[in-house]
């Protein structure tokens, strides 16, 4: 059974940037669309963006600026880098792998780790 | 983008009663090509990630009950549970995938009455 797993610094200062990791095990990466969700109080569930397993990526407008997705096959992890990060960014934060139906469909997610942004 | 909402916020509902969920896109989710509504939902208990329930607005996702149900087409869909269980309280989450930026509801607090 594939499971995913977050993990990363629980606090962030503004203006720095947040790094997280998704390792994923149970199963193989290669094949599948791999995401990151966020999800806070004021914001609901909010797509971040995604990596194939070759290295595409796609991301949420609203974010891209900011936002670097990343895949490392060999060690089956994928990573999201946040730049210049504001307390707005305060929110818990998802990995997902995309369903084999299609790649914005997340089947199967991590269980989530808090990210606060204070000085 | 594609705006996601739903109704009611919250319900309380008996145990072994019927829970419907409403769910609406401003914009039609239906792609006319394959005759498919990208149209997800989740259960998200507390503490807990999102679980994948419903895919095409009307597929169980392998081992959910068949409770739960889903139906639809377009820009109005509803998720029904048919007979709540204590193991359903939870925030459910509707989720578009048509476009390339896929958006979630609000979600909809379920409770026991």
């Known amino acids: 059974q594939v499971q995913l797993q977050e993990s990363g610094p629980g606090l962030v200062k503004p203006s720095e940037t947040l790094s997280l990791t998704c390792t994923v095990s149970?199963?193989?990466?290669?094949?599948?669309?791999l995401n990151w969700i966020r999800q806070s109080p004021g914001q609901g569930l909010e797509w971040i963006g995604h990596?194939?397993?070759?290295?595409?990526?796609s991301y949420n407008p609203s974010l891209k600026s900011r936002v670097t997705i990343s895949v490392d096959t060999s060690k089956n992890q994928f990573s999201l880098r946040l730049a210049s990060v504001t307390p707005a960014d305060t929110a818990v934060y998802y990995c997902?792998?995309?369903?084999?139906?299609?790649?914005?469909?997340?089947?199967?997610w991590g269980q989530g780790t808090l990210v606060t942004v204070s000085p | 983008d594609i705006v996601m909402t739903q109704s009611p916020d919250s319900l309380a509902v008996s145990l072994g009663e019927r829970a419907t969920i409403n769910c609406k896109s401003s914009?039609?989710?239906?792609?006319?090509?394959?005759?498919?509504?990208?149209l997800g939902w989740y259960q998200q208990k507390p503490g807990q990630p999102p679980k994948l329930l419903i895919y095409?607005?009307?597929t169980r996702e392998s081992g959910v009950p068949d409770r739960f149900s889903g139906s639809g087409s377009g820009t109005d869909f509803t998720l029904t549970i048919s007979s709540l269980q204590a193991e359903d309280v939870a925030v459910y989450y509707c989720?578009?995938?048509?476009?390339?930026?896929?958006?979630f509801g609000p979600g909809t607090k379920v409770d026991i009455k």
């Open positions: 095409w607005a009307s």
């Open positions: 914009r039609s989710v239906l792609y006319s090509s394959n005759n498919k509504n990208y």
């Open positions: 997902a792998r995309a369903s084999i139906w299609n790649d914005l469909l997340l089947d199967c």
């Open positions: 149970g199963g193989s990466i290669s094949g599948y669309h």
């Open positions: 990596i194939y397993y070759s290295g595409a990526t």
């Open positions: 989720q578009q995938y048509y476009s390339t930026l896929p958006t």
